[in-house]
């Protein structure tokens, strides 16, 4: 079956980042400066999104405002045709930055937060002085006319503070909040035990999620992503393996999803050798877990089959070790005790980080 044209692209520009966020998103294995794409190189990838099929590119890293051609990225991008969405932890933005991204056609800001305040923000994000500087930008975005996000990535050291972190979102302006649990691959899987809530604390944040919803209807649309780890069901990660997004790293690897670098033994091909279109209609890479006809038992024949696309790939592999196993947060897989493993052992676990360096 011939898969449906993406619909967005994450564009990962850099690795590079003032934070040390210990569960970052970004691989173990940083992708060094020299190494990234150039701005001619991330300019075709954007025209070539674009013909694709893709309406939205998500700029992200490492911190994409790192970048000293981030204007020129912007417009590209935009010239494209492309809805721009910057995914910036904010530290970097000053006013003369964000008049120039906006002149050149930026859509949208997401901003991320480590905490409702000052204290629990910084050491969270490894950066003195981070939370000021955010509240600064959140400011600025929306003096520079720019509609704002606010994402929370939210864990067992802050979920106490939900609350108070809707309440910001509110302050700031934001017309979207994010609160997302962490996802456990990467820096996350090496900082899990200090950062998996408890049941109860997620039935808690749950509740306040709900609360907030009804509360604020018409001024803020709060976005919930949960962890799986408490789950009896996977959930469709990405929509499904190479079926709606995907993204290019830093070094112009061509990916299924931002964490596919995790499984070893894949050939993803690069923006450097290979068009987008080629990848995402001819790349083995793509065409391994898309679709069905892959999937183990359980998952063959079950009715949530295309519904959950047999969950997180990256999980499975985190996990069990092979990224074509059931996805342990299924309860029908022989590994769903692991998560209940997991979750004991963080609740006893010290509270210190391992940083992202």
């Known amino acids: 079956m011939t898969p449906e044209p993406p619909l967005a692209l994450l564009a990962e520009l850099t690795h590079r980042c003032p934070l040390r966020c210990p569960y970052c998103s970004n691989p173990t294995a940083l992708t060094g400066s020299s190494d990234e794409l150039d701005t001619a190189t991330w300019s075709r990838v954007f025209a070539e999104a674009a013909a694709l099929g893709c309406l939205q590119v998500h700029l992200s890293g490492g911190e994409p405002t790192a970048r000293r051609d981030i204007a020129d990225l912007v417009r590209a991008a935009s010239s494209a045709g492309l809805y721009t969405n910057l995914i910036t932890a904010g530290v970097l933005l000053d006013a003369p930055k964000l008049a120039a991204l906006a002149a050149a056609g930026l859509d949208h800001v997401q901003l991320s937060v480590q905490d409702a305040e000052a204290v629990g923000g910084d050491r969270i994000g490894g950066f003195a002085g981070g939370h000021a500087k955010k509240l600064v930008a959140a400011r600025l975005i929306r003096e520079a006319g720019l509609p704002l996000t606010l994402n929370a990535v ?12 809707i309440e910001l979102a509110l302050a700031l302006g934001a017309g979207r909040l994010e609160v997302a649990h962490v996802q456990y691959y990467g820096w996350a899987l090496a900082n899990r035990a200090a950062l998996l809530p408890t049941r109860a604390q997620l039935e808690a944040a749950t509740a306040i999620v709900e609360a907030a919803r009804a509360a604020h209807r018409g001024r803020l649309v709060i976005d919930y992503v949960v962890p799986d780890y408490h789950a009896q069901r996977p959930k469709a990660c990405m929509g499904g393996w190479g079926r709606r997004f995907l993204a290019v790293s830093p070094a112009g690897r061509i990916l299924p999803c931002h964490a596919a670098e995790t499984i070893p033994g894949m050939a993803y091909p690069t923006v450097r050798e290979t068009s987008l279109r080629e990848a995402w209609y001819g790349s083995p890479a793509f065409a391994r877990f898309r679709g069905t006809g892959w999937m183990p038992a359980p ?5 949530r089959a295309e519904q959950d696309w047999g969950g997180c790939r990256c999980q499975a592999f985190a996990l069990t070790g092979d990224a074509g196993a059931t996805d342990p947060a299924c309860a029908l897989s022989p590994h769903h005790t692991l998560l209940a493993e997991a979750v004991a052992d963080a609740a006893v676990a010290e509270a210190g980080f391992t940083y992202r360096q």
Not at 299 to 303: A, L, M, R, S, Y
């Open 154 to 165: 939210v864990h067992r050291q802050n979920l106490g503070n939900l609350p108070a972190i």
């Open 299 to 303: 998952c063959q024949g079950c009715e």
